[in-house]
């Protein structure tokens, strides 16, 4: 599938994060954390970019227009027609804590979860933000928590907490949102390389990629690894499926060692990824 990787005309992140595919424009999103700016690439190749004014982890569609971002210490509003930013909830996250990964459920939660700029263990969290606005903790004492993703069928929730080298599983109840039974789904056992964003497809199979593995591998709904697509650059942080069949998958990488790393790269899935969902309040 190498040959296939196509490199997209962008300008390169920082650290390229939280690809989000938009259906009803045909425009993928994604975040420089760091550089706190929120990109797209338009079906017809135009790019855009907008400043949050803080680091952003993440970012998701809102169903009532515009975008949400998982920033620093909060959940932001972003109408990309004006650029204007507003608070939508704040965190209060301790210093030198800030959010990172983030993805929407089937009924429009959004989980975002958070970690320690040094890593320091245990300082980070999985919360959930409800569509009325409400926020609840997931999973305490994460370090640096990253790739979330549901099944097809919406009954199992994918989790990663980079530096355990896991992606782990829980049941899942989509009318409640509620967590169960956290257990191992995959190890990574590769080097140096920890898992962090992950994408699933409409097979189940889950799509992770590999910080510092310059790669992202798919593993059948069983855990069993089943390919590797690799990146020419070791900083793979995260992927999403778009494309007008969904068979698109997009990865984001960021700048590492010898000035290489933070393009956007496209490659064909062979199977087509689950649309992504809107934060719903
Ligand atoms: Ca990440």
């Known amino acids: 599938m190498t040959e296939t990787l196509a490199r997209l005309a962008v300008p390169s992140a920082v650290l390229g994060e939280g690809p989000c595919w938009d259906g009803a424009t045909g425009a993928l999103y994604w975040v420089d954390i760091p550089a706190g700016r929120v990109h797209r690439l338009d079906g017809d190749g135009a790019h ?6 803080q680091t952003v982890g993440a970012v998701v569609l809102r169903a009532s227009g515009g975008l949400v971002l998982a920033a620093a210490d909060g959940f932001l509003a972003l109408d990309p027609g004006t650029g204007a930013v507003s608070p939508l909830v704040a965190l209060g996250l301790a210093a030198g804590v800030r959010m990172n990964d983030g993805a929407c459920d089937q009924a429009g939660r959004f989980y975002a979860g958070t970690m320690a700029e040094d ?3 245990g300082r980070g969290a999985l919360y959930r933000l409800d569509p009325d606005h409400s926020v609840s903790t997931v999973i305490p004492g994460a370090t640096v928590s990253n790739g979330i993703g549901w099944s097809p069928d919406g009954g199992r929730m ?12 829980m049941d899942y109840d989509p009318a409640t949102g509620a967590v169960a ?41 069983d855990g069993r690894l089943r390919q590797a697509l690799e990146l020419p650059t070791p900083r793979v942080t995260s992927c999403a499926f778009g494309g007008p069949d969904m068979e698109t998958l997009y990865i984001t990488t960021a700048a590492g060692p010898g000035n290489s790393g933070g393009e956007l790269f496209c490659a064909p899935a062979g199977v087509p990824g689950l649309p992504g969902h809107p934060y719903q309040g």
Request: net charge negative; charged share 25%; no cysteine.
């Open 119 to 121: 890593e320091a263990p």
């Open 181 to 221: 039974a956290r257990r191992p789904f995959a190890v990574i056992d590769a080097g140096d390389a920890v898992p962090d964003g992950l994408a699933v497809d409409a097979e189940g199979g889950v799509w992770v990629a590999l910080w510092d593995g310059g790669a992202v591998l798919r593993f059948g709904p």
């Open 48 to 53: 855009r970019s907008w400043e949050a004014g």
């Open 158 to 169: 994918y989790y990663i907490d980079s530096p355990t080298r896991r992606v782990d599983v």
